[in-house]
């Protein structure tokens, strides 16, 4: 299962006993901020696009949606999501659980800019019912992120 791959990833950092896992499903931004006990805004979800026919992860505030020219001037594509079959297989997570950790090689990682609104975020561990609040600094450390980009609307004054 996907949540022991995150949990042994943790493992190895000490942080194991961090991965929260919950009797209810965390599958969706909502679900997870009841499971959690937070504001939907502080789920750091995980989007999966196609880039040049690589797979990549966004991890952005819950409450944020792509903007599409933005994600276009970063990437200079469309944004096209994986279907759930293909995140599974690509990135090694099931749809309602893909995170940034313990993921398949060649998979690049972005931290978008919404997030840093926030001291702590929470991202799935691999599964629809598990989470653990990191930093902003440990989400930056633990996702081997690439970098942060800003790619998201809908958190920004007059948006």
């Known amino acids: 299962m996907a949540i ?22 965390s599958a969706t931004v909502d679900l ?24 990549i992860l ?6 944020v949606k792509i903007d599409n020219p933005r994600y276009k001037a ?8 994986l279907t759930p079959e293909q995140a ?5 997570h099931a749809v ?6 313990a993921i398949n090689d060649g998979v690049t990682v972005y931290l ?6 926030f001291p702590s975020m929470y991202p799935a561990c691999g599964s629809s019912n598990s989470a653990i609040e990191l930093t902003i600094e440990e989400l930056e450390k633990y996702s081997n992120a ?3 980009i800003d790619v998201c609307k809908g958190w920004r004054e007059g948006e």
Not at 10 to 25: A, H, L, T
Not at 32 to 55: H, N, Q, W, Y
Request: proline share 4%; aromatic share 10%.
């Open 32 to 55: 997870a901020a009841a499971a959690v006990g937070c504001e939907p805004a502080r789920i750091a979800k995980t989007l999966s696009f196609m880039v040049d026919d690589a797979p």
């Open 4 to 25: 022991d791959k995150v949990k042994e990833y943790f493992r190895q950092f000490d942080m194991e006993d961090r991965v929260m896992e919950f009797e209810v499903s």
């Open 96 to 101: 309602g659980g893909v995170c940034p950790f």
């Open 58 to 63: 966004i991890v952005a505030a819950g409450d």
């Open 112 to 117: 978008d800019e919404s997030m840093k609104r």
């Open 146 to 148: 690439d970098c942060w």
């Open 88 to 92: 599974e297989t690509l990135i090694g």
């Open 74 to 81: 970063q990437f200079h594509t469309k944004a096209k999501m």
